[in-house]
């Protein structure tokens, strides 16, 4: 296809990293291989029975017409509810938008409030739609680094340094993926300490991940720790992850009226209303008790457990503990620099063990931080023994 055919704005994008490893795995399944995917971005349980019944009900019952643009005033009113209950956050209805996903709601707030040249600090790694969607907008995206010895985690003088009279958005997605890791009350107030001396940065606050921690800490969002600059933080959670509903599409953003009003604007002429019957079954989950959510989440806790030490007991490989997610964000620095006659980078691992081991995983450099692997442990504990032994196999077969 000729290349002038393309907007510029489409061409200056590339397409999920993750969703491009999925594919290459795909394509090896479809020529018989047998590849485990350890790559993919959602829970493997299925979606609770009670929400599935919510959803039949709303289809019986004929809840099957547009909706208001910005979400039903029911899920609106359980969104508040929810914050209110589970992080003190007290939001009035219009400070409310329901897109198809957190990832609209993400989009839509960027081309809200970027305009051209404005920058988007983005800590890496970073979950990989940010600075390309920053890019969407005309923005810059400014990415600001973390490794394995800092935790995955960026400290309030780096944003300090990273602030200059054109940052618009700070990002903090915590806990994070793909690291797994979250900051703690005490990082988020230091970085509230520097937000606060600079009030021309918005920060948005991605709490996807929020239901999905090991750590037996509690959750804290900025909005939570420093209320002062609640105008500024945009929160954006969903259900997708913690009601393993990433099918249905159904996300939230809440932030200032006037932001989300403009959010409102823009979705209203592009998807309009998030579907209907999804939006019933988003009820349900927000408002049913967390029964079901807290057996995924053990599952996935013994699931890290596992991962943690087999990655550690292989040769080469480091990682740390997550504190929530179902990722491991794991270094290869060791093995591409014992073959370094092999490997030159992350990506050439990801191949190798797509190829040698028949494992699916997705190389750092997708989200920013190059040298590391993300395995997703959203998968049966036998497929995850079966996917570490052949990884510990495919790396002493090089020695
Ligand atoms: N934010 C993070 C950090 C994510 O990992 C994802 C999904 O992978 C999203 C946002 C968007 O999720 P959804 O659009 O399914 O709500």
Redesign the pocket.
């Known amino acids: 296809m000729s290349a002038k055919i393309i907007a510029n704005r489409i061409q200056n994008i590339k397409p999920s990293a993750?969703m491009s490893v999925s594919m290459k795995a795909a394509e090896l399944i479809a020529a018989g291989h047998k590849i485990i995917r350890l790559s993919t971005?959602?829970p493997d349980f299925d979606t609770p029975e009670y929400i599935k019944e919510q959803a039949i009900n709303a289809i019986n019952n004929g809840e099957t017409k547009y909706t208001a643009v910005d979400g039903t005033v029911k899920l609106k009113q359980a969104i508040a509810d929810k914050f209110a209950k589970d992080n003190d956050l007290y939001y009035e209805l219009n400070n409310i938008l329901v897109s198809?996903?957190?990832?609209?709601?993400?989009f839509n707030l960027m081309q809200t409030i970027i305009s051209a040249g404005d920058e988007v600090l983005i800590p890496a790694p970073y979950?990989v739609?940010y600075p390309d969607m920053a890019i969407l907008a005309d923005g810059i995206p400014k990415i600001i680094n973390s490794d394995i010895e800092n935790k995955f985690k960026i400290n309030a003088n780096q944003l300090e340094e990273s602030i200059t009279a054109k940052t618009k958005l700070f990002i903090i997605?915590s806990p994070?993926?793909p690291s797994g890791q979250s900051y703690s009350k005490e990082e988020l107030e230091q970085f509230a300490a520097v937000l606060r001396k600079h009030p021309h940065v918005y920060i948005l606050s991605?709490d996807?991940?929020e239901h999905i921690r090991f750590d037996n800490q509690n959750f804290y969002n900025i909005a939570m720790v420093a209320p002062d600059l609640k105008e500024r933080i945009i929160i954006?959670n969903?259900?997708?992850?913690a009601y393993a509903m990433?099918g249905w599409?159904?996300?939230y953003a809440a932030g200032n009226t006037e932001i989300i009003k403009n959010m409102k604007k823009l979705q209203s002429q592009s998807t309009s209303n998030p579907c209907s019957i999804s939006q019933t079954a988003a009820v349900a989950a927000l408002t049913h008790d967390k029964e079901y959510v807290n057996k995924m989440v053990a599952a996935f806790n013994k699931r890290h457990e596992l991962i943690i030490t087999e990655i550690n007991k292989t040769q080469y490989l480091k990682a740390i503990p997550s504190n929530g997610?179902f990722y491991s964000f794991f270094s290869v620095k060791e093995l591409i620099q014992a073959h370094n006659d092999k490997f030159d980078n992350d990506i050439d691992i990801a191949n190798f063990f797509l190829t040698e081991a028949n494992v699916a995983l997705v190389p750092g450099s997708a989200f920013g931080t190059p040298g590391y692997m993300r395995l997703s442990f959203a998968s049966s504990e036998e497929d995850l023994q079966t996917a570490l032994q052949s990884i510990k196999n495919s790396i002493a077969k090089l020695n």
Do not use: A, H, M
Request: proline residues 0%; aromatic residues 8%; contains cysteine.
């Open positions: 993750t971005g959602e198809c996903g957190g990832k609209q709601s993400i979950w739609s997605n994070s993926n991605d996807l991940y954006v969903g259900v997708s992850k990433t599409r159904i996300g997610t």
